[in-house]
T-cell receptor, first 112, second 113 residues
């Protein structure tokens, strides 16, 4: 089966750092993606990991451990506009092709 | 370079009517994916198509739902005889290959009265 878990909601303070965790159990693995989604809008791509380790892109970093089935998204210097839902998704690959399987999303609230 | 275009943005139907949702992928993209999202929930995979072929429809209900991606024109998600439980946001995404990231459209909000 396919299972992707992430916390339902988190709260953090403007200027702080927050880490959003994601664990997965899938029938195959061909990459892990993080998307950001503001209410009523389209999900937008944030990061992609296929090998173990840290990928850094500005204020956002994403980490992957394939042996542990674990990833996290790190957001630094939080801004109010970072309040959004953060979606973890896995591409199982193989005969499932390019589709992504999404977790339920983590609703992040950034407070002043 | 236009992104993924979905229309209509909002669609209101009465129970029993048909809903047709359209999706034009990004230029150069031949892989299309449809997802459904209920309020405060994640994206649920429905169907994955590659020009004229359905690759994976494991997330799509067997009855009343169908999808196509013809050689010419947009991909269509069709829901026949809609019921209130079909009310949701339907997102389309596209990718250039099956290994690259997905780009999402702005979604169609379907409301069934």
């Amino acid at each position: 089966g396919q299972n992707i878990d992430q916390p339902t909601e988190m709260t953090a303070t403007e200027g702080a750092i927050v880490q959003i965790n994601c664990t997965y159990q899938t029938s195959g693995f061909n990459g892990l993606f993080w998307y950001q989604q503001h209410a009523g809008e389209a999900p937008t791509f944030l990061s992609y990991n296929v090998l173990d380790g840290l990928e850094e892109k500005g204020r956002f970093s994403s980490f992957l451990s394939r042996s542990k089935g674990y990833s996290y998204l790190l957001l630094k210097e939080l801004q109010m506009k970072d309040s959004a839902s953060y979606l973890c998704a896995v591409r199982a690959g193989g005969n499932q092709g390019g589709k992504l399987i999404f977790g339920q999303g983590t609703e992040l609230s950034v407070k002043p | 370079n236009a992104g993924v275009m979905q229309n209509p943005r909002h669609l209101v139907r009465r129970r029993g009517q048909e809903a047709r949702l359209r999706c034009s992928p990004m230029k150069g993209h031949s892989h299309v994916y449809w997802y459904r999202q209920l309020p405060e929930e994640g994206l649920k995979f429905m169907v994955y198509l590659q020009k004229e072929n359905i690759i994976d429809e494991s997330g799509m209900p067997k009855e009343r739902f169908s999808a196509e991606f013809p050689k010419e024109g947009p991909s269509i998600l069709r829901i026949q005889q809609v019921v209130r439980g079909d009310s949701a946001a339907y997102f389309c995404a596209s990718s250039r290959t099956q290994s690259e990231k997905l780009f999402f459209g702005s979604g169609t909000q379907l409301s069934v009265l």
